[in-house]
């Protein structure tokens, strides 16, 4: 069964820090561009970071530049979000989805057909 799942979310306190693990079962995550996603209440689903397949080039949305960062673990077949300097703002439902060349993370572009998306984690900052 093809299938990406995410997990790692939680409450943490504002400046405080949290992993995210993207784990894909059924394919190899390798081969693909994977991006990370989030959406707040009332709010439009946002990209947030990317990380391409092969040379593994990585994108941030500026509001996350400098506090997160996205990489490979390939022993374990996922891609992680590293957050650190946690904001109120940062509170959503984060999501995993293949996004070849980051086009929607980078480039804004609709998912596609063939577009595999995680269930979501739950990341509340709040003091």
């Known amino acids: 069964q093809v299938q990406l799942v995410e997990s790692g979310g939680g409450l943490v306190q504002p400046g405080g820090s949290l992993r995210l693990s993207c784990a894909a079962s059924g394919f190899t995550l390798d081969y693909y561009a994977i991006g990370w996603f989030r959406q707040a209440p009332g709010k439009e689903r946002e990209g947030v970071s990317c990380i391409t397949r092969g040379n593994g080039i990585t994108y941030y949305v500026d509001s996350v530049k400098g506090r997160f960062t996205i990489s490979r673990d390939n022993a374990k077949n996922a891609v992680d979000l590293q957050m650190n300097s946690l904001k109120p703002e940062d509170t959503a439902v984060y999501y995993c989805?293949?996004?070849?060349?980051?086009?929607?993370?980078?480039?804004?572009?609709?998912?596609?057909?063939?577009?595999?998306w995680g269930q979501g984690t739950q990341v509340t900052v709040s003091s």
């Open positions: 989805a293949t996004d070849p060349f980051c086009g929607m993370v980078v480039g804004g572009r609709p998912p596609l057909k063939t577009t595999f």
